[in-house]
């Protein structure tokens, strides 16, 4: 007696219990998948009516080939698991009354099993453990995603490009929702903890502490969940960097120090030590330590033979050298160890100032004016010229960091504030702090 299979009862619904009707729309189908595809292949898949008796017949010992499984669940609209597993709901009398006789030979019965065991369910349960929700083209499509938000931010920056990482966010945790075989599942975390991870770094250079450091916390732990180093010291740095700008540097200086404690000769300590450790001991005035980290930095640069240019600065790639001595001059103007901020200044000037970032040309000049004010002697006409530089270079995309040196360069000129640089500084600097974004900044600050 045939088996009631979903498939026996969708082609009887649809009138297709021939050969010549289904095999018509069966070639229909497939040459609709093909162009859908993009695979020419599927457009020769034709149905023998050998074939077609035994799924109509459910006399199957294993599913039909790949190819077959997919133009059948174009046309049907359900899983092959589901439309060769037995129909409990159907009328198996109708269906047999439906059926002509055959003159074929009884089949001998088959060796007995235990239970309830069959083949077909074997086989249908192994592909349900590995359907998959995201294919490969989901997942490139989510990694382009990124890398494009990755490239472009130091041209668009965090206002422009957060609606695309955030998108590629919850996409990554929808699917996440859904079942997947461990390798496309992995992937699926790695690509949301990175999704996370541009999301924390972008709060942070609008000012939103609070929100960086929750989804730095999440890229931490979905990479460290899957054994993703690299993401998860890159999450610890990020972190780092928000718990610095919110001004709790000794909890940024502790947050990097575990992570490259774990493992200190990995290339992603090289930013856990320059922009983690050397930036926020340098707030807490502790320059011995602060020529320690740096020292390390630079040793772990030669030892990982690292660019010596300026890296994009949201990078997941390690630290290039020029960066690392940014953030050494970063470190030393909060140590007002103004002979060694000149002098690391000088060293980059030429990679800085040829480099795509225009926050980054922005950040040295505000730290080169402050370490002129702070001079036995010092120059305030060309540290406000570099300040409103600064400004200017940043035009209409201020981001927090640049917004902080350049509000504290304003306080340092406090003293001279009658001096006429010291006015157009303050003046512009008014003016452009004015804009929403940096409004926004200034009210997270205070």
């Known amino acids: 007696m045939p088996r009631t299979t979903l498939l026996r009862q969708l082609l009887q619904q649809r009138h297709l219990t021939t050969h010549e009707a289904f095999a018509a729309q069966y070639e229909r189908a497939a040459a609709r998948l093909a162009k859908l595809d993009r695979d020419p292949r599927l457009a020769s898949l034709q149905v023998s009516p050998r074939q077609f008796d035994r799924w109509y017949g459910g006399e199957l010992l294993t599913l039909p080939r790949p190819d077959a499984c997919r133009v059948l669940e174009h046309m049907l609209g359900r899983p092959v698991s589901e439309l060769f597993s037995t129909a409990y709901d159907g009328d198996s009398a109708h269906d047999r009354s439906e059926e002509p006789p055959t003159c074929r030979p009884a089949p001998s019965p088959p060796p007995p099993r235990e239970g309830d065991e069959n083949p077909l369910d074997i086989v249908t349960r192994t592909r349900q453990l590995t359907a998959s929700n995201a294919d490969e083209a989901t997942l490139a499509f989510l990694d382009t995603s990124l890398e494009g938000s990755t490239s472009r931010y130091e041209q668009d920056g965090p206002y422009v490009l957060r609606p695309q990482a955030r998108q590629a966010w919850q996409l990554a945790h929808t699917l996440l929702d859904g079942r997947q075989?461990?390798?496309?599942?992995?992937?699926?975390?790695?690509?949301?903890?990175?999704?996370?991870?541009?999301?924390?770094?972008?709060?942070?250079?609008?000012?939103?502490?609070?929100?960086?450091?929750?989804?730095?916390?999440?890229?931490?732990?979905l990479s460290r969940e899957i054994g993703d180093l690299d993401t998860e010291l890159w999450a610890c740095g990020t972190l780092s960097f928000s718990l610095y700008y919110?001004?709790?540097?000794?909890?940024?200086?502790?947050?990097?120090?575990?992570?490259?404690?774990?493992?200190?000769?990995?290339?992603?300590?090289?930013?856990?030590?320059?922009?983690?450790?050397?930036?926020?001991?340098?707030?807490?005035?502790?320059?011995?330590?602060?020529?320690q980290v740096l020292g390390q930095a630079l040793h772990l640069s030669d030892l990982h033979e690292v660019p010596?240019?300026?890296?994009?600065?949201?990078?997941?790639?390690?630290?290039g050298?020029?960066?690392?001595?940014?953030?050494?001059?970063?470190?030393?103007?909060?140590?007002?160890?103004?002979?060694?901020?000149?002098?690391?200044?000088?060293?980059?000037?030429?990679?800085?100032?040829?480099s795509s970032s225009s926050w980054s040309r922005s950040l040295v000049r505000l730290d080169v004016a402050t370490a002129l004010l702070q001079q036995r002697t010092p120059d305030i006409d060309q540290a406000m010229v570099l300040g409103r530089e600064a400004l200017r270079l940043c035009g209409d995309t201020p981001i927090s960091s640049v917004?902080?040196?350049?509000?504290?360069l304003h306080e340092q000129a406090g003293p001279w504030r009658d001096h006429p640089a010291v006015r157009d500084y303050g003046d512009e600097f008014r003016t452009w702090s004015s804009q929403p974004a940096a409004l926004a900044m200034a009210s997270s600050a205070s």
């Open 308 to 319: 010596v240019g300026l890296t994009p600065c949201i990078s997941f790639e390690p630290y």
């Open 246 to 291: 919110a001004g709790r540097y000794g909890e940024a200086d502790a947050c990097a120090a575990a992570a490259v404690e774990r493992v200190p000769r990995h290339a992603q300590s090289i930013r856990l030590l320059a922009n983690g450790r050397a930036r926020a001991l340098g707030k807490t005035g502790d320059w011995r330590a602060v020529e």
């Open 403 to 408: 917004y902080q040196r350049s509000r504290d």
């Open 181 to 221: 075989p461990p390798r496309v599942r992995r992937e699926l975390f790695r690509l949301a903890a990175r999704a996370s991870g541009l999301l924390g770094y972008m709060a942070v250079n609008t000012g939103d502490f609070a929100l960086s450091e929750a989804y730095c916390t999440e890229a931490r732990d």
């Open 321 to 354: 050298r020029a960066r690392t001595l940014a953030n050494a001059v970063t470190s030393h103007v909060a140590l007002r160890n103004t002979a060694q901020v000149l002098r690391d200044a000088e060293h980059i000037d030429d990679l800085v100032e040829h």
